[in-house]
């Protein structure tokens, strides 16, 4: 299983970014993926997941700022991110894994990839 996510960059606040995701597995398309961030000293943070059906669900304070969606003709999940704050900077990983009833995602494995860097400056 491969995941890279690409699309991350420096950005002033307020602006907009589309992060995408790209899986090597072959069973993307039966998979619920989520979007995680990760900032130096900090936990991982789930953001939002998107299940295999396309049933969307968001966390904190990312909700009604950013989008998730999934092309499983591509084998991609995408990140829509706009409002963007300081405090948005972190590295973005995406994951496949499977989301629960309340919200609860539970990653297939402990596999990450690299993430992208996003940089918001005020």
């Known amino acids: 299983v491969q995941l890279q996510a690409s699309g991350g960059g420096w950005v002033h606040a307020g602006e907009s970014l589309r992060l995408s995701c790209t899986a090597s597995?072959?069973?993307?398309?039966?998979?619920?993926m989520a979007w995680y961030r990760q900032a130096p000293e900090n936990q991982r943070e789930l953001l939002a997941t998107?299940?295999?059906?396309?049933?969307?669900e968001y966390r904190g304070s990312v909700k009604g700022r950013f989008t998730i969606s999934r092309d499983n003709d591509r084998n991609t999940v995408y990140l829509q991110m706009s409002s963007l704050k300081p405090e948005d900077t972190s590295i973005y990983y995406c994951?496949?894994?499977?989301?629960?009833?309340?919200?609860?995602?539970?990653?297939?494995?402990?596999?990450w990839g690299q993430g992208t860097q996003v940089t918001v400056s005020s």
């Open positions: 994951k496949d894994g499977q989301v629960f009833r309340g919200g609860t995602f539970l990653p297939r494995d402990n596999y």
């Open positions: 597995f072959s069973g993307f398309s039966n998979s619920d």
């Open positions: 998107v299940t295999k059906d396309g049933a969307t």
